[in-house]
């Protein structure tokens, strides 16, 4: 079985194992296009031409002189300690060149099986959908919040921090008049803004109640 504790040494950037002392038992011929995998316990039915679509561990696992050997199960498939789960991405992707992930894995997990497999541009499709989503999650955070602007005495601005509940956040405490506004705080009172995680799908329902009650109010104007 292929683990990292067989890598001996890397050569051009890829992993290379030890060799097994019983290749004997793999019962597919090396002339045939096809090649038998059992990753993690899970059996993956393909093509050496698949596999090799770029050049990576799995290419030259199933070259016919290939210097990479590793162990085979009793159905001659080589044997991968990977996790079966996002080989299955990996194997589609040689497949198709298009990169899709079950909403149950993740991209990290997806980036370590492709660097072990040596995949480089599986590993910068990777990076890149992580940065994106990194990206979205800050843009998502930033827009979808709701802000309140709260008028408070400077003796009620402890109480009104300690005391606030159900997702609100303080953001911002304001004593004085900023430049250019024309309304002067009264001594002693300020202006604290706090926020919320905005539920989109709170909002709906509530918009939906007010359309309701819009629709009410018009058909009643027009029988009057």
Not at 32 to 46: A, P, Q, S
Not at 186 to 197: A, H, N, T
């Amino acid at each position: 079985m292929l683990t990292s504790d067989s890598i001996k040494h890397v050569e051009n950037g890829e992993p290379v194992a030890c060799a097994s002392n019983d290749s004997s038992r793999n019962v597919f011929d090396r002339n045939t296009d096809w090649i038998l995998l059992n990753v993690g316990g899970k059996h993956f039915l393909t093509t050496r031409t698949t596999l090799s679509r770029e050049k990576s561990f799995l290419s030259r696992l199933c070259q016919n002189e290939s210097n990479l050997k590793t162990d085979v199960d009793e159905q001659g498939a080589y044997l991968i300690d990977r996790d079966p789960n996002y080989f299955t991405v990996v194997l589609n992707y040689l497949r198709h060149g298009k990169l899709i992930l079950e909403t149950n894995l993740v991209e990290e997990g997806l980036l370590e099986e492709a660097e072990f497999y040596n995949l480089q541009t599986l590993i910068d499709l990777a990076k890149e959908r992580i940065r994106e989503r990194d990206k979205r999650k800050v843009d998502d955070d930033a827009t979808n919040r709701v802000y309140r602007v709260i008028q408070c005495k400077e003796k009620e601005v402890t109480q009104l921090m300690s005391s606030l509940t159900d997702g609100w956040k303080f953001e911002q405490l304001i004593g004085h008049s900023p430049i250019g506004s024309s309304y002067i705080y009264p001594e002693g009172e300020f202006l604290c803004i706090v926020s919320k995680q905005y539920d989109r799908g709170l909002s709906e329902d509530n918009n939906n109640y007010v359309s309701e009650r819009v629709k009410i109010l018009q058909e009643r104007g027009s029988r009057m």
